[in-house]
């Protein structure tokens, strides 16, 4: 699975943006997610989104960031509002197909980074 995220970009604090990710194939029965990787730190959770809709979210961005899919387009989004600071980061899209009693394989996109300051 390839994956393409887009719409990183700079932004002030308490404003919006929308991350996308296509991916190469259809994510119909795949889980898909968004992490992120600040300067200096490790890649850490944002937010998940299995195959049948059910969200998980980190706890620093609960109430702020949303993740959704469109199946019929193969996209995966991540929905920003109220930015904060110590969101700048950069955006790396996954998505993580299970194989039973295998382990699972993860597939990364690029990442687009956010930058959010005033």
């Known amino acids: 699975v390839q994956l393409q995220a887009s719409g990183g970009g700079l932004v002030q604090p308490g404003g919006s943006l929308r991350l996308s990710c296509v991916a190469s194939r259809s994510i119909t029965d795949i889980h898909m997610g968004w992490y992120r990787q600040a300067p200096g730190k490790q890649r850490e959770l944002v937010a998940t989104i299995t195959g049948g809709g059910s969200t998980n979210y980190a706890d620093s961005v609960k109430g702020r960031l949303v993740i959704s899919r469109d199946n019929t387009k193969n996209t995966v989004y991540l929905q920003m509002n109220s930015l904060k600071p110590e969101d700048t980061a950069v955006y790396y899209c996954?998505?993580?197909?299970?194989?039973?009693?295998?382990?699972?394989?993860?597939?990364w996109g690029k990442g687009t980074l956010v930058t959010v300051s005033s």
């Open positions: 996954n998505a993580r197909i299970y194989r039973g009693y295998l382990p699972p394989v993860d597939y």
